[in-house]
């Protein structure tokens, strides 16, 4: 599968891959950073933003489609930086094709499986009938019924876009998203360790990384170290963007 990415930068190669529900969109900041140093590769994975959707949605595929980014791009070896379900996607190539990848840094997940965290979101995002919407103030006073939450309902409500005939409609796949939940919540693993630089960074406020989590971090990536952003929670990056840069760029441009 062809991704959708936007570039900006010049240097070493770095991919941004995004969460779930997230795009290379919530990455703009960042990316105009990091591209002081790097060419930077923000991307959507399948089924989100602009890139395609399909039926098949995990983390084998998702990977592929990161390695035949790299291909068409003509990059032997990246940095690649996930949050999230895009963590857990780069931790993937790590493992599968570990020649792909010079520098790790996985934000605010482990390579476990989790227990279904999002039933809510989805069933929020369900009950929107979103042709009936004329403007997305209105999309989203109903949408705070259901998710109070007012970041994560601008992060949702940045998948909405309008139809040839003006009419709301999601970029996302919402429906395959959904049938492949339990992939997204599964467990990363290979037949051999990750045996370069990588970095794993929590939020404090963020139990998605425990002290017992590092015996299996560990196993796969025997060279990770670990960084706390203090005061962040799970969205580290858009809570304390100027700390979490600032630990991301120390790491990736350390010998």
Do not use: C
Not at 109 to 129: E, G, N, R, V, W
Not at 169 to 181: A, E, G, L, P, T
Not at 189 to 215: H, Q, V, W
Request: glycine share 8%; charged share 25%; proline share 4%.
């Amino acid at each position: 599968m062809k991704l959708y990415y936007h570039t900006t930068g010049h240097g070493e190669p770095l991919v941004i891959l995004h969460g779930l529900f997230g795009s290379g969109d919530n990455w703009y900041t960042l990316s105009n950073y990091f591209g002081d140093k790097f060419k930077v590769f923000a991307v959507d994975q399948r089924n989100h933003g602009r890139s395609p959707h399909s039926d098949q949605f995990n983390y084998k595929l998702m990977a592929e489609d990161v390695a035949n980014l790299l291909a068409h791009e003509g990059i032997k070896s990246a940095q690649v930086l996930g949050h999230s379900m895009g963590g857990k996607t780069a931790m993937q190539l790590a493992l599968s094709r570990q020649e792909l990848i010079s520098k790790l840094v996985v934000v605010d997940i482990a390579p476990k499986a989790y227990p279904p965290q999002h039933d809510a979101i989805f069933d929020a995002l369900f009950s929107l009938k979103l042709d009936q919407y004329r403007t997305r103030s209105e999309l989203d006073s109903d949408l705070a019924l259901s998710i109070p939450d007012f970041a994560v309902r601008q992060l949702l409500l940045k998948n909405v876009t309008r139809d040839g005939e003006g009419r709301f409609q999601w970029k996302m796949d919402v429906k395959s998203i959904h049938r492949n939940y339990p992939n997204v919540n599964g467990a990363i693993g290979g037949e051999r360790p990750f045996d370069k630089p990588a970095l794993f960074i929590r939020g404090s406020k963020s139990n998605y990384i425990t002290e017992d989590d590092k015996t299996e971090i560990m196993r796969l990536f025997p060279k990770a170290g670990f960084a706390t952003i203090e005061g962040a929670g799970h969205w580290v990056h858009a809570e304390a963007p100027q700390k979490f840069a600032e630990a991301v760029m120390e790491f990736l441009t350390s010998a």
